[in-house]
């Protein structure tokens, strides 16, 4: 678990991050990872000194399963309301199928992560720049996924949640690996949209975090 700004934690399970934000209403989760993580998620806030009874809301980037996939488990345990863009519930709650894997490697994987157990999203995102909950500013960046959503939090000069959006490499930020990306012009184009923004602080569904002024490693990758 490491610390990105005060209250900002990241949660490395395997190749993909959770956060968890503390505020003065409780816990916020963004994402949850894998199928089977939430007693690792359950352990990462015994180590802050929090439990998942305060853990208030859950706040989701997109339905694939690396980042939905302890959704259900937590969302029963903790009782907290999951918000989520109205785009992306076809696949939360089981209406629609996953997307099957493309290649070898990703049927492998696919195969690894397991079934996911669909469930209710309490809050819908419909709107973009809209406030999910105090603090959060809910960004609508299609083209991983049709309804991704990043969030920028209002704290330390500004976090960004980027989820798929954006991803980083060795201190880089790149966009999504086009394999697993729905429309790869629109993503190219929800990572200019983030890069006019402005925030000191970056983190991600996989890679380590960006600090020191973050926005201008996103410039610099829609510069190329």
């Known amino acids: 678990m490491r610390e990105v700004v005060d209250g900002v934690f990241e949660l490395r399970l395997g190749y993909v991050n959770v956060h968890l934000v503390v505020t003065d209403d409780g816990v916020v989760l963004v994402d949850t990872g894998l199928p089977g993580r939430s007693p690792l998620i359950e352990r990462g806030l015994h180590g802050i000194r929090r439990s998942l009874g305060e853990v208030t809301t859950i706040l989701v980037t997109h339905h694939h ?53 669909p469930t209710k999203v309490d809050q819908l995102i419909t709107a973009d720049g809209s406030e999910p909950l105090p603090g959060f500013t809910a960004l609508h960046t299609p083209g991983h996924t049709r309804g991704h959503v990043s969030y920028l939090l209002d704290r330390a000069g500004g976090v960004l949640f980027a989820g798929d959006a954006a991803a980083s490499r060795r201190g880089r930020v790149t966009g999504p690996p086009r394999v697993v990306t729905a429309d790869p012009v629109r993503a190219g184009e929800s990572l200019a949209r983030l890069a006019e923004l402005e925030f000191d602080h970056a983190v991600f569904g996989h890679g380590k975090a960006v600090s020191g002024l973050a926005v201008e490693a996103f410039r610099k990758a829609v510069a190329g």
Not at 74 to 84: F, H
């Open 65 to 117: 399963p690396d980042h939905v996939g302890s959704l259900a488990t937590l969302r029963e345990r903790t009782g907290a309301r999951v918000i989520a863009h109205a785009a992306e519930v076809p696949w939360i709650g089981g209406h629609m199928p996953p997307a099957q894997p493309v290649g070898v490697l990703a049927k492998l994987v696919g195969r690894m992560v397991g079934t996911v157990e």
